[in-house]
């Protein structure tokens, strides 16, 4: 079974920019479905965006144009890119490379 390993959360202000990795234990190429989920104090995890093994992405409507998903194959790692960062998406990120997940990483946006 895969191993994750999240990195790359923190404390960034308003308006900044972060990169969230998960390193796989093993290749990622044959696994269809990837994304990030978050999850904020007193609400359930969400979808942020999820990536298919063809391409296909999805992301919530509250991140689309600033969050980016993408796959590296060959690093068997899972991205987000995080754009214009807002309080709002203050939460535990975590990853989901089918069907195991990370075991979370804190991004707080504050001043």
């Known amino acids: 079974q895969v191993q994750l390993v999240e990195s790359g959360g923190g404390l960034v202000q308003p308006g900044g920019s972060m990169r969230l990795s998960c390193a796989t234990s093993r290749s990622i190429v044959s696994i269809y479905y990837t994304g990030w989920y978050r999850q904020a104090p007193g609400k359930q995890r969400e979808l942020v965006a999820a990536l298919t093994s063809d391409g296909r992405a999805n992301y919530a409507d509250s991140v689309k144009g600033r969050f980016t998903i993408s796959r590296d194959n060959a690093n068997n790692t899972v991205n987000l890119q995080m754009n214009s960062l807002k309080p709002e998406d203050t939460a535990v990120y975590y990853c989901?490379?089918?069907?195991?997940w990370g075991q979370g990483t804190q991004v707080t946006v504050s001043s």
């Open positions: 989901y490379v089918g069907p195991v």
